[in-house]
């Protein structure tokens, strides 16, 4: 049974997708920061907010009352929050990591295009006899189908 196990866990499908899914989340990170610590202060900052992940709408009150200025100070008092702020900052993060995926399948395809040798079209082995339109092979004299003696 370990030997079984063995063979299905360092099949190249199976180590090739471990190799992708680990360097997945290493690339999740990177684009998480990319949000989060470059992009986002930028928009916020235009959109008059400088921090999306501290919007949120309190729906019920916790135990002390609010307003509260952050949502882990809205959390902390046991409120109740829709916290739209966090749900912008997920997707900005889900578009920029789609497009960055987009543009590394579309490279991908283009060097793939690019290294594939064009079809080469081969000669034709049959022609079309005059009389029947069957196709026949090009050395024929005489159509099988319709016995039409054929020129050259």
């Given at each position: 049974?370990?030997?079984?196990?063995?063979?299905?866990?360092?099949?190249?499908?199976?180590?090739?997708?471990a190799v992708g899914i680990i360097l997945g989340v290493a690339f999740g990170a990177i684009v998480k920061s990319l949000v989060d610590d470059l992009l986002m202060p930028g928009i916020g900052i235009l959109l008059g907010s400088a921090d999306f992940s501290n919007l949120f709408l309190v729906i019920k009150e916790g135990a002390t009352p609010g307003p509260f200025t952050t949502l882990a100070d809205a959390q902390k008092a046991g409120a109740v929050t829709i916290n739209y702020g966090l749900f912008i900052n997920t997707i900005v993060n889900f578009i920029i990591v789609a497009f960055a995926l987009f543009l590394v399948i579309r490279n991908i395809n283009q060097?793939?295009?690019?290294?594939?040798?064009?079809?080469?079209?081969?000669?034709?082995?049959?022609?079309?006899?005059?009389?029947?339109?069957?196709?026949?092979?090009?050395?024929?004299?005489?159509c099988p189908n319709c016995t039409s003696e054929l020129k050259g």
């Open positions: 049974m370990f030997k079984e196990f063995k063979e299905f866990a360092l099949k190249g499908n199976v180590v090739d997708m060097l793939r295009r690019m290294t594939e040798k064009p079809p080469v079209e081969e000669a034709p082995t049959t022609k079309d006899c005059p009389y029947c339109l069957s196709a026949i092979p090009l050395k024929a004299t005489r």
